[in-house]
């Protein structure tokens, strides 16, 4: 069952999203070669306790950490670590939090140092894809429409958009109704409504779109080894368009 948010709801959730949107401000920061996953992680997991927050993510079905950190060929779900990123690397930082009962959810790739061209058009077109999704975002819309524009974005750059990993709503809880992959025809899906609050949070891969689950049960990594990207931002259905909870203020 979709659980349909309120003004007052969707305000308290903008307080956790403007929390992340600051941390990942800082978390820009410190990328750079040499830097750990770990350290990022450690990084995150302080600032969201300092600023009234908790994190969601770790302990969350046995989920180790507080961030996913997801490296090149990682799609997502990535546990940090102690290796030392390379130059050249890309880095997907995905963090949840909760404020006052209220969560939110955001994710940034980032590039470590001088990024290869293709990977530069990867994180380029990713990030369109979520922009142009969220114009989507409109009450009387289908979530066909939104993840179609991702879609066509992306397979006209010649990349491809990840299916088995899922959007999901978000309020109370981190993970709500609906649930939705970003690949879809126009037309189709649950029409939006207001009060509906969901992540857009599309997954594009330099090369096809199979992959598959690490032996630790969660680390998503591309079947043929190509780059993947991801931007993220939880975004409310309201009269007036889409808010993005998650976005800096």
């Known amino acids: 069952m979709v659980i349909l948010k309120s003004k007052e709801d969707m305000m308290a959730m903008r307080k956790a999203g403007i929390i992340l949107a600051n941390c990942h401000k800082e978390i820009a920061k410190m990328i750079r070669p040499g830097i750990t996953t770990m350290e990022i992680n450690d990084f995150a997991e302080a600032y969201i306790t300092k600023h009234g927050a908790e994190q969601v993510t770790k302990g969350f079905k046995g989920f180790p950490a507080a961030t996913c950190a997801s490296v090149n060929d990682v799609i997502a779900h990535g546990f940090p670590n102690r290796e030392p990123l390379q130059e050249g690397d890309i ?9 006052n009962g209220w969560c939110a959810d955001t994710c940034e790739t980032y590039a470590v140092g001088r990024i290869s061209p293709l990977a530069e058009r990867l994180v380029k077109v990713t990030r369109e894809c979520l922009e142009l999704a969220i114009k989507q975002a409109v009450v009387g819309n289908r979530i066909g429409d939104v993840v179609h524009a991702i879609q066509k974005h992306a397979e006209d750059a010649g990349f491809s958009v990840v299916r088995d990993l899922v959007a999901h709503g978000i309020g109370r809880s981190m993970h709500e109704e609906p649930n939705y992959p970003h690949a879809g025809k126009p037309g189709r899906g649950f029409r939006l409504q207001e009060g509906m609050v969901f992540t857009i949070e599309p997954m594009i ?17 591309t079947m043929d080894g190509s780059l993947s990207a991801q931007f993220e931002h939880t975004v409310a259905i309201t009269a007036d368009g889409p808010w993005v909870l998650t976005r800096p203020e």
């Open 91 to 99: 880095v997907k930082i995905d963090i949840v939090c909760r404020y």
């Open 205 to 221: 891969n330099a090369g096809k779109f199979d992959m598959f689950i690490d032996f630790d049960g969660w680390t998503a990594k």
